[in-house]
T-cell receptor, first 113, second 115 residues
Framework: DAGVTQSPTHLIKTRGQHVTLRCSPI?????VSWYQQVLGQGPQFIFQ???????GRGNFPDRFSARQFPNYSSELNVNALLLGDSALYLC????????????FGPGTRLTVT | GENVEQHPSTLSVQEGDSAVIKCTYS??????FPWYKQELGKRPQLIID?????GEKKDQRIAVTLNKTAKHFSLHITETQPEDSAVYFC??????????????FGTGTRLTIIP
């Protein structure tokens, strides 16, 4: 039984560039949430998507956007990268609506230079 | 919005002893409180959770207690083992609430088990 998968594992980008991160939820899970985890801190909520619609947004600038596809996989896009965007980006999937256990993927380590 | 505070930030415990990590939350509407364990370089792993309709939940050596009145909840690990060494995060959210189920995390506790 596959867990949440994310790609790529690691990514190095230059300031000003954009990046796309991908996530596949656990089979049967229809909700995907994105979190940013800066070294030494707890994850910070970015977005939640359920049934292809944005259902929640955290306190992040408009440079951050996301979408969910018919197969419930998701992409997180970040434009005009800043040094401060360097972090571990985590995707979590959940059944949602009836139970809210969120299961995390291994994350994508983004380094902006 | 919700604010979750977690204490202590670091905790060292002799192997076999118990460890307790405490969290407080600010939003009285929060009703779901999971705990995650994160080993170095790995994903956060859900280890136990509790909903506001119960005061305590136990799973082998791990237990969580919730005091809704005081708005605080705690993780208890008994008979600690070296593999319990990790960073532990508490979190809070509003369960079963389409579109508002974001987890608000505490700042983490680095637990070290001393052999």
């Amino acid at each position: 039984d596959a867990g949440v998968t994310q790609s790529p594992t690691h990514l190095i980008k230059t300031r000003g560039q954009h990046v796309t991160l991908r996530c596949s939820p656990i089979s049967g899970h229809k909700s995907v949430s994105w979190y940013q985890q800066v070294l030494g801190q707890g994850p910070q909520f970015i977005f939640q998507y359920y049934e292809k619609e944005e259902r929640g947004r955290g306190n992040f600038p408009d440079r951050f956007s996301a979408r969910q596809f018919p197969n419930y996989s998701s992409e997180l896009n970040v434009n005009a990268l800043l040094l401060g965007d360097s972090a571990l980006y985590l995707c979590a999937s959940s059944v949602t609506g009836t139970r809210n256990e969120q299961y995390f993927g291994p994350g994508t380590r983004l380094t902006v230079t | 919005g919700e604010n979750v505070e977690q204490h202590p930030s670091t905790l060292s415990v002799q192997e076999g002893d118990s460890a307790v990590i405490k969290c407080t939350y600010s939003d009285s509407a929060s009703n779901y409180f999971p705990w995650y364990k994160q080993e170095l370089g790995k994903r956060p792993q859900l280890i136990i959770d509790i909903r506001s309709n119960v005061g305590e939940k136990k799973d082998q050596r791990i237990a969580v207690t919730l005091n809704k009145t005081a708005k605080h909840f705690s993780l208890h690990i008994t008979e600690t083992q070296p593999e319990d060494s990790a960073v532990y995060f508490c979190a809070a959210s509003k369960d079963r609430n389409f579109g508002n189920e974001k987890l608000t995390f505490g700042t983490g506790t680095r637990l070290t088990i001393i052999p």
